[in-house]
DNA sequence: CAAACTTTGTGATATAATGCTCATATTATA
DNA sequence: TATAATATGAGCATTATATCACAAAGTTTG
């Protein structure tokens, strides 16, 4: 009787990688609506301004998609990363700080729809918001009602718009509501968990990441322009 | 007569150190303002989740900070961390897409006054919402402008806000509009030049992430826990 | 003021991500 | 069916990034 598995050989996607098939999907999904039937790595590369060889070997972290000689079918691609990535299964969403005004605009925006992600709640703390009915998604409910509803609604994903000083107040009732995963905006760092995977997103180091590419400039490290930073994402 | 420089010895910093840069900035706001004098890397690092050699590291690319055996001068580095960004200068910014949601969302937050990015200007492609006022910023102008007031008004970043399918339109009259960077929320990955860099925050491709995240989990891989792909920013 | 303790800054080392190269598979063509 | 052309997948090389470990510097204590 053998221990496990023969050895799975692979090692795990770097999440980077993980990243760039959301990418790819995109631009799949695009290319399929053009019409397009097989796309090459390096043609997929190009556009992306990536290596040949990276697409590859993202695609290859889960099997062999391609066919040699040939290249990668659209729609077989574009399924099997949706396999991936889990987006075959509708995901809901909650917003915590709904009454904001990024709340409210990630409330309103449609294009979460489109890649299976449904907002079903929204959350707030100030009871000046509370109640509130906001077109097509429902009324702003308080944030004491987080893990009911996370329980009842079967809600995974949490979007945090909230400001950073909010966030000492409601850390544990959102840690502990049953939620698998948190999107956090607020400009202050959480930390995943065992339980809750929590990705940062920080506009204010964004803005602050680009402006000290344009100091750099202005201090005139004039050849920078070969190994400049690039873009991220 | 030599060359050029002694040799500079040290590597251009990764720009996850700029990321964490901003991160620490942030942190050393927050103790300052609690009237905290001195911190060590390894408090630093403790709250923050990084590794203490990590973070000396990060700040010995640009100088030597700290003091042995006591830590560094919150105030200090605070200061150094706002020269290094290049933030004592304020920056200029605009919205593209100040119509959406987002863009009006990003328009009205006040958070980035704070890190001294000033937003004054505003455009769109839509007549229905060019010449709209928002409060305390001005009126919507239309895109056609923003090369003249880019020049007039000395705008150095522009946030994107405009669906996918409006990129191809502007993209031209954007990179040729003499801003310096741009921070691109659109679904559809720009691409930085030498005169113009990029950085991309693709919402979807977040929430995409996190799914996977969930889907590995659902499929029984159990003790993920460890080599978890942990949080980015 | 010496000994014990703390904490930085850095060279050495480990880990991870990216890029290169080529054997192999597929298609097209003559 | 052989030949040329294309493009994948995988192993290896290279580069980039993160961590370790320790000497040097500063502080505190007795």
Same mark, same amino acid.
């Given at each position: 009787m053998k221990k496990t598995e023969p050895a799975p050989k692979k090692p795990l996607p770097p999440q980077a990688t993980i990243r760039r098939l959301s990418v790819y999907l995109r631009y799949l999904n695009g290319l399929d609506g053009d019409g397009v039937k097989v796309i090459s790595s390096h043609d997929l590369a190009r556009r992306l301004a990536l290596n040949p060889a990276q697409v590859r070997k993202d695609l290859a972290y889960f099997g062999e998609f391609g066919k040699r000689g040939v290249g990668y079918s659209v729609k077989k691609l574009r399924d099997h990363i949706v396999k991936i990535l889990g987006l075959q299964k509708m995901r809901k969403v909650a917003i915590i700080g709904a009454g904001g005004r990024l709340g409210t605009a990630l409330a309103l925006y449609t294009g979460f729809e489109k890649r299976?992600?449904? +907002?079903c709640a929204l959350f707030d703390k100030d009871p000046a918001v509370i109640g509130n009915e906001v077109d097509g998604v429902g009324r702003i409910l308080s944030i004491e009602e987080l893990p009911r509803t996370v329980k009842e609604t079967g809600i995974e994903i949490l979007v945090l718009t909230i400001p950073a000083a909010a966030i000492k107040e409601v850390h544990d009732i959102i840690m502990l509501?049953? +939620?698998?995963a948190i999107l956090n905006f607020a400009p202050y760092k959480m930390l995943s968990t065992e339980d809750v995977a929590v990705h940062n997103v920080d506009l204010t180091t964004e803005l602050e990441a680009l402006s000290y590419l344009l100091s750099l400039r202005e201090s005139g490290l004039t050849s920078l322009e070969n190994n400049l930073p690039a873009d991220n994402e």
């Open positions: 299976n992600f449904k +907002v509501s049953g +939620v698998r």
